[in-house]
């Protein structure tokens, strides 16, 4: 099956794209429009890589999104042939997250790691500049296709709440998230 999606060219740009991409989940459309893919063609694939254990799918309001399966045996190894042949994928929405003011942490979490159950799937922390918060949801639900639940803690608010385990915050670390940038993790001594 691995042979067949290589010599597949939608099939191995796709696979490609989440090898090389942040672990994190797209919707079908995302990845129609970053990779200029009919949305059939994507759907197909993605479909394909899916059932053949490659990447993981899951829904949430009747949205389908995909995220690369780190479990699969194979991926590992995959994914050091591909980095040797092509730079890690510079993601817009890590860019555009760092551009909303003075952010010191931001960490995805919820429908962008694969756990649509989540509370929040944007935690900012810090200084945002409410016009450029705006647009940049509007942008990423339009991607995502639906709302993206999100809360901005100022960096006080956030340490104690991080301090003080509480159930919000632990609800984001103890699950599957990505760090977009983080000034204010505890250093190591």
């Not at 949205?63 to 980095?83: A, M, T």
Request: no cysteine.
């Amino acid at each position: 099956m691995l042979q067949d999606i290589i010599d597949s060219k939608v099939d191995s740009s796709i696979l490609s794209f989440f090898l090389v991409a942040p672990a994190r989940s797209f919707s079908i459309l995302e990845i129609s429009k970053r990779l200029k893919v009919p949305h059939g063609k994507a759907a197909r694939s993605l479909n394909l890589l899916a059932e053949s254990g490659l990447l993981k799918s899951f829904a949430k309001k009747n949205k389908k999104y995909y995220i690369i399966n780190g479990k699969n045996r194979l991926v590992p190894d995959i994914r050091r042939q591909f980095l040797k042949e092509a730079p890690a994928y510079q993601d817009e929405l890590f860019a555009a997250i760092k551009k909303l003011g003075d952010v010191k942490a931001a960490f995805l979490s919820g429908l962008f790691t694969g756990q649509p159950g989540l509370p929040v799937d944007l935690l900012l922390v810090g200084r945002a500049n409410l016009k450029k918060l705006s647009d940049f949801l509007k942008s990423a639900q339009k991607m995502m296709g639906q709302d993206i639940n999100y809360s901005v803690m100022t960096v006080g608010e956030f340490e104690l709440r991080r301090d003080t385990f509480d159930k919000f915050i632990k609800d984001i670390f103890d699950y599957p998230h990505l760090t977009v940038v983080d000034s204010l993790a505890p250093k190591k001594k």
